[in-house]
């Protein structure tokens, strides 16, 4: 079952705006859930949400600047579970070569 935080609360919390969080979330950044007519965030959302508070607050990165840096940092973390996926299974033939050809298989570290 999903838990949601009210963005009202979240918003004092971090000392921002809620209106703040509404505009990211027009602008597609963020994901704001309706829970008893009140805008919600879900809780495993949260360190997405805190992301683009602190890169706002702490670092003065306007909107646009926001959404360029969220939406890098995700094609970025799924280029290296790509690249994790890959390397698992080059292990996999490389174990396969080592177990196939013992002492023909070259270790190239």
Do not use: T, W
């Not at 607050?57 to 995700?74: A, S, T, W």
Request: some cysteine; overall charge negative.
């Amino acid at each position: 079952m999903e838990k949601y935080i009210a963005l009202k609360k979240l918003a004092e919390f971090h000392h921002i705006k809620e209106a703040f969080l509404n505009e990211l979330a027009e602008d597609g950044i963020i994901e704001i859930h309706i829970v008893d007519s009140e805008p919600c965030a879900v809780s495993e959302d949260l360190a997405k949400f805190e992301r683009a508070i602190r890169l706002y607050r702490d670092l003065g990165v306007n909107k646009e600047g926001i959404e360029i840096i969220m939406d890098m940092r995700e094609k970025m973390e799924m280029m290296q579970r790509e690249l994790n996926r890959l390397k698992r299974e080059l292990q996999k033939y490389e174990d396969f070569m080592r177990r196939s050809y013992p002492g023909d298989f070259l270790d190239i570290d």
